[in-house]
């Protein structure tokens, strides 16, 4: 089964750091585009970030630019976003998804929870 | 960067009811456009791809059309299990754009 399965969320302070991980299974990681997308409570989607296939090309939204860093190891078909000077507006599931033809995200994961306060 | 623009942003309608929703992008876009569905507490799932074409296994009663700037999805007969949360995408490139999104629930 093709699925991706996100982790690392948790409680973190206002200037803290994070890193999220998203595992991949059913799939080879290294062979697609990926993104990062996230849902503030009770809000709608929002495009975080994306990376090439073998992360030497990554975009971000500009109001993470600077901040948030996305990453992979295709060797361990994991996905990663490093998140620095996180603010509450931060705040929100983050989900990674598979970039595939027709430029479609599927699938998505279940999604990780990052709450930013003090 | 493009605006996406979706209506109504919630909707109330009966079971068996046809549904339309509509997405307005603020420049031409050809049909780069997609539909996702998302239920409450679950991550979001493709129904339609490039306005018109429907992902595998999606039920029949779900369609979209248009191109250019103006696109309509449509549930031809509302069914209990529809409930969600349904949102435009556009994706040419970066920055990726999704609609605000629309909230149905059942009359």
């Known amino acids: 089964e093709v699925q991706v399965v996100e982790s690392g969320g948790a409680l973190v302070q206002p200037g803290g750091s994070l890193r999220l991980s998203c595992a991949a299974s059913?799939?080879?990681?290294?062979?697609?585009?990926m993104h990062w997308v996230r849902q503030a409570p009770g809000k709608g989607l929002v495009w975080v970030s994306r990376?090439?296939?073998?992360?030497?090309?990554?975009s971000y939204a500009d109001s993470v630019k600077g901040r948030f860093t996305m990453s992979r190891d295709n060797a361990k078909n994991t996905l990663y976003l490093q998140m620095n000077s996180l603010r509450a507006e931060d705040t929100a599931v983050y989900y990674c998804?598979?970039?595939?033809?027709?430029?479609?995200?599927?699938?998505w994961g279940q999604g990780t929870l990052v709450i930013v306060s003090s | 960067d493009m605006q996406m623009t979706q209506s109504p942003s919630s909707l109330s309608a009966s079971v068996g009811d046809r549904v339309t929703i509509t997405c307005q992008a603020s420049?031409?876009?050809?049909?780069?456009l997609h539909w996702y569905q998302q239920k409450p507490g679950k991550a979001p799932k493709l129904l339609i791809y490039?306005?018109?074409n429907l992902e595998t296994g999606v039920p029949s009663r779900f369609s979209g059309s248009g191109s250019g700037t103006d696109f309509t999805f449509t549930i031809s007969s509302l069914q209990p299990e529809d409930i969600a949360t349904y949102y435009c995408?556009?994706?040419?490139?970066?920055?990726?754009?999704f609609g605000q999104g629309t909230r149905l629930e059942i009359k």
């Open positions: 990376s090439d296939n073998d992360g030497r090309s990554t």
């Open positions: 420049q031409d876009i050809s049909n780069y």
């Open positions: 995408q556009y994706y040419q490139d970066v920055p990726v754009t």
């Open positions: 998804a598979r970039d595939v033809p027709h430029r479609r995200f599927d699938p």
């Open positions: 059913g799939f080879t990681l290294s062979s697609y585009w």
């Open positions: 490039d306005a018109s």
